[in-house]
């Protein structure tokens, strides 16, 4: 299920067919022509090891470069679209710092952790309770609410988790209908195999979203060839109790 509000990742949109392709493989030389260096290698490899944003400071006083060189390389690993550039949320006063995270969409390539272990995890899972795909994915679902709610617009939250797992969602705003179209499928080669169960994790995890952060429910999700992505998952805000009337 990607952002479409943030041009600093480096990634283009879905691309598909020969082009797509050609495109996908221009990626991977240019994200290889940037871990190429030394250095930048050692910084990619630094902010994925993390596990959380890391700042400049941080990396600069890891390689021991001023901070412009440091900026520069940064530069290239977000421009190749190894890494996510984002401002420090914060609430004292001052400058937010610009954070460095690992991009979603490279999980899995370059030596880092991939998005299978969790996909892995939760059919464990439902081995192992003897529960379906979609139930498994909403208890999931239920507890990334409670580990990231904090008192956003929930469908800015489903968003932005959504773009974390690397689907790529785009918002489409109909009144209080609200699509998401994912520009790409994270688990394709799985789903263009088994796509019932693929897709009944991800409506799984948006309606257990849902359920853990109020105010919006899910409609559906409309499946299409994984691999060709553009799935579609339909929610709706929920409109706010009124008063009781009177008796």
Do not use: K
């Amino acid at each position: 299920m990607t952002p479409s509000q943030d041009g600093s990742n480096g990634i283009a949109a879905h691309r598909s067919g020969a082009g797509g392709a050609t495109a996908e493989n221009d990626e991977v030389r240019q994200q290889g022509r940037a871990l190429g260096d030394p250095t930048r290698h050692r910084l990619f490899r630094y902010i994925v090891d993390a596990g959380r944003p890391v700042g400049v400071q941080e990396l600069t006083d890891l390689v021991g470069l001023n901070h412009n060189a440091v900026r520069q390389h940064l530069a290239v690993l977000r421009d190749a679209g190894l890494v996510v550039e984002e401002p420090e949320v914060r609430s004292r006063p001052g400058r937010p710092r610009l954070l460095y995270r690992l991009h979603p969409e490279v999980a899995g390539s370059w030596g880092t952790p991939g998005a299978y272990a969790w996909l892995a995890r939760l059919l464990s899972e439902s081995v192992r309770d003897g529960v379906g795909a979609r139930e498994v994915g909403r208890r999931d679902g239920r507890r990334r609410a409670v580990a990231v709610e904090d008192g956003r617009d929930p469908v800015d939250v489903l968003e932005d988790e959504l773009a974390e797992r690397g689907f790529r969602p785009e918002r489409m705003v109909r009144g209080r209908r609200v699509d998401f179209v994912l520009g790409r499928c994270p688990f394709a080669d799985v789903a263009s195999v088994d796509p019932d169960t693929v897709c009944q994790l991800h409506l799984g995890l948006a309606e257990g979203m849902a359920e853990g952060l109020g105010g919006i429910e899910v409609d559906r999700l409309a499946a299409r060839d994984a691999r060709r992505a553009g799935c579609r998952l339909v929610v709706h805000r929920v409109p706010e109790a009124g008063p009781t009337p009177a008796t």
